[in-house]
């Protein structure tokens, strides 16, 4: 049973870090592809980051590129999401996705190509 746990949210000033964690469990990962998404208040559910697990190809939405870096840590099978210079727009939920067989292409960004997701962490930037 495949199970993604995050962790790493909070409360911070306008111009902060946070760094999220999302711990991986329950098979191989190998070829998949790990993303980060965000939901704000009254708002749909949107892409921020994603990396390939084997290749470690990144890519962001506009929105967060310069600011947000995600990364992977293959022996903790984890993947970070690294937020520096933070915004109250930058205020969400933030969930963990993982999607099966990516070979790469343009549509990391839809959310139907991750089959796995976490129970969320919520960010709150202050301003």
């Known amino acids: 049973q495949v199970q993604l746990v995050e962790s790493g949210g909070g409360l911070v000033q306008a111009g902060g870090s946070l760094r999220l964690s999302c711990a991986a469990s329950?098979?191989?990962?190998?070829?998949?592809?790990m993303g980060w998404f965000r939901q704000a208040p009254g708002k749909e559910r949107e892409f921020v980051a994603a990396?390939?697990?084997?290749?470690?190809?990144?890519y962001y939405a506009d929105s967060v590129k310069g600011r947000f870096t995600i990364s992977r840590d293959n022996a903790k099978i984890t993947v970070y999401l690294q937020m520096n210079s933070l915004k109250p727009e930058d205020t969400a939920v933030y969930y963990c996705?993982?999607?099966?067989?990516?070979?790469?292409?343009?549509?990391?960004?839809?959310?139907?190509?991750?089959?796995?997701w976490g129970q969320g962490t919520q960010v709150t930037v202050s301003s």
């Open positions: 996705a993982a999607g099966g067989a990516w070979y790469g292409g343009s549509l990391y960004y839809r959310e139907n190509k991750y089959d796995y």
């Open positions: 329950g098979r191989t990962f190998s070829n998949y592809l």
């Open positions: 990396i390939s697990w084997s290749g470690g190809r990144t």
